[in-house]
């Protein structure tokens, strides 16, 4: 059975190019425009992990996460942190990586495929 | 080694000015580009978050004494107060009203520079129409004062539609690595 990966961003070209992408290698994918639409996805979708784009319109991010209680999630960030604020937003027990837009497929696939198999 | 800009020198003879660089060259030119500039320094930043600045100058020895941020990337990361030693936070960088508001009222204490981080990451949260009419007229307001400014952008020209927008505002653009495209001082005008 494939795993289910939801894959929250803001920008429709971020979205669709990681959908792509996951298809491709096997993966479920949903898509969510923001935390809130994810929020509202991931009970009925149960994703094995959920890519997460950092900042997006809406409730924050740090108020969504803990609302998914024993999601694996991986936060996808344009912004650039002090190494001590990486360690912060890490520090919720959902969060099990960080990666750095931009991005390119290797990179993705293989976090992806670390993280959920 | 990257060839730097003398954005000092720039900065003597254009009042505003876009610094383009690409990404690979982003931390080696804004450090630089700090520590060229002395006097008050009014810094804003819709890339990093204001920590991960200082501790880009920090590490680089760039004196931030003299520099005020203002941060509209930092609350949407965390909990942070409205204001902080040297700092002021503003809600997101898509927020352009607040973002202009705050920045007028800095621009009142006629700061020796303004330092715009950055043109280009700003598309990232508003579209490419909101955040040309918001910098462009920083731009002009800018050009009511006696602060010189200097925008940074991620990228190249003619290849980014934002860049080719403040482009037409701006009195010099120079690229990172020797280009410079000199503008006539008109409006919308160039050579």
Redesign the interface.
């Known amino acids: 059975m494939a795993k289910k990966i939801l894959v929250v961003d803001d920008?429709e070209d971020i979205r669709t190019t990681v959908k792509a992408v996951l298809d491709k290698e096997g993966y479920e994918v949903k898509l969510a425009i923001n935390g809130d639409d994810a929020l509202k996805k991931w009970s009925s979708f149960k994703p094995d992990l959920i890519l997460m784009d950092?900042?997006m319109?809406g409730t924050?991010?740090?108020e969504i996460i803990p609302k998914m209680k024993g999601a694996k999630v991986a936060y996808l960030s344009?912004?650039?942190?002090?190494?001590?604020?990486k360690e912060?937003?890490m520090k919720s027990k959902n969060v099990v990586d960080f990666i750095q837009k931009p991005f390119d497929i290797k990179t993705l696939t293989t976090k992806v495929k670390k993280l959920v198999g | 080694m990257v060839k730097m800009v003398d954005i000092k020198k720039e900065l003597g003879s254009s009042q505003t000015v876009m610094l383009v660089m690409p990404g690979t060259e982003y931390n080696e030119t804004v450090v630089d580009t700090m520590k060229q500039l002395s006097g008050n320094i009014c810094y804003v930043t819709a890339?990093?978050?204001f920590?991960?600045l200082?501790?880009l100058f920090v590490k680089n020895k760039v004196d931030v004494a003299n520099v005020v941020f203002i941060d509209a990337?930092?609350k949407?990361?965390?909990?942070v107060p409205d204001q902080g030693e040297g700092v002021y936070y503003v809600s997101?960088?898509?927020a352009l009203t607040e973002l202009a508001l705050v920045v007028d009222k800095f621009l009142k204490h006629e700061f020796d520079y303004l330092v715009f981080d950055s043109v280009t990451?700003l598309v990232?949260?508003q579209k490419v129409d909101m955040c040309a009419k918001f910098l462009t007229s920083l731009v002009e307001k800018t050009k009511k004062t006696k602060t010189k400014a200097v925008f940074y952008a991620i990228g190249s020209v003619k290849k980014d539609p934002i860049i080719d927008k403040v482009a037409m505002y701006v009195d010099k653009v120079v690229e990172s690595g020797g280009k410079v495209e000199v503008k006539s001082g008109v409006k919308g005008g160039s050579i």
């Open positions: 920008e950092i900042m319109p924050p991010v740090r344009v912004v650039r942190t002090s190494e001590a604020e912060d937003l | 890339n990093k978050t920590d991960s200082k501790e990337i930092s949407s990361l965390k909990k997101s960088p898509g990451n990232t949260y």
